[in-house]
């Protein structure tokens, strides 16, 4: 369905509360000292300003993508205080809402756009990173602007350059600020080619790999970068090995989460290790630490199948961890993405009985997306890794009931009883 003008212009409007809620959870737990990364992405940041990316080998500095840091730049160059810094998420969450508003009104009908859009803006886990100089709401902000630009393509007859280049942009700019993105593009190139195959889907398949291939081809000068400091061919980061590492924990009670070197040091269990490869440089170290975790799998399959389990709860529930106390702070995840998971699998199976009227662009994004969560799963991964997806499951949940299911509720004029009744809009 096609937004009017009006409802392209009142959105912004509507949606302004949001754009105040989280300006103010930005104030009010604004922090006057640096918290967690949030030094790592102002140096990086500063680093760019002087034409500065890392160090010579073998004291190379890969551990996080440049993507957020050259997005703050500006900011760190014009030496604002930090809280216009972190204000800075309050505008993406609040710019994402209105893309997630536009994909859902592509679709289904007003209505429906506003009330998906307005649960998605209530989806308070994602509050906890307003007021920190991270990632995650950048890469919220960049999933929606993917899920609403493949979306628009498919509303395109013709080929839009203008609209795959941007896309094509908007995918490379997420590799570059959550590096893991790189190697789903990998695989999203051979989906793509995949889908060239069957007759159906050759079309769009041929414009998702068209946006694939220059997120790619945007990505090349930096894996050409790596590869003058490392000699390693498609070198993303240095930082998976080590979550690889602690996601192959073979000790009993221990679920594979991240742990960082100073608890690996004061842990009996990693001290020994931890402390052989304490002192080597990042390249080593990073080799280190692959060729222990991949000892460990062999050894040990059936307990990293554990933790991948384990893994997937505390991407979706915050839970389980290894030697930490569980209080209450934990419902402030569970009971939100109680109600998401059930939407999930429920949505999932839907999709699968009537696959044949999902839009292919919401295919392409579904896989995309089930890719980036697949290989979090295999390293040790945290709650943050999952909810930054959260704008296409709203947009994929807003198809599937609105057109394929909906429930209403009923009222029978002779029993004076409520039913509840399924219907299947696109019969």
Known sequence: MKETTNSKASIYIFLLPFLLLYAAICLNYNSKILVGDEERYLRYANDLLHGFYSPAAPNVDLWSGRGYPALIAPLVFLKLPLT?????????????????????????????????????????????????????????FLISAVCYLFIAISNQK???????????????????????????????LAVSLASCLVKRYGAYGKKAGYVFAIAMALCIPYLVYTYSLTSKMFFWSDSGSMSLFTMSAPFTGDYGDWKSDYKMLADANYHTFADSVAKLSPLAREAAYKEKAVENIKKHPAKYLSNCLANLGRMLFSYPYTDTKQDLKTFYTIIPNLFVTFLMLASILIGLMRFKVIPQALIILFIFIMIYLAGSILVSAMRRMFYITMPFWTIYFSFIFTRIISIKIQKDPELQDLHLVAEHPSS
């Open 84 to 140: 216009f810094i972190r204000l800075l998420n309050a505008i993406l969450l609040y710019l994402s809402l209105v893309l997630v508003f536009r994909s859902i009104a592509r679709f289904a009908s007003i209505r429906y756009a506003y009330l998906y859009t307005i649960a998605l803006g209530l989806y308070f886990p994602v509050y906890e990173n307003l007021p920190l100089i991270l990632t995650e709401c950048l890469a919220w």
């Open 158 to 188: 013709e080929v839009s350059w203008k609209t795959i280049i941007l896309a094509g942009f908007t995918v490379a700019f997420l590799a570059m600020t959550k590096i893991i993105f790189g190697y789903v593009i990998l695989a999203m």
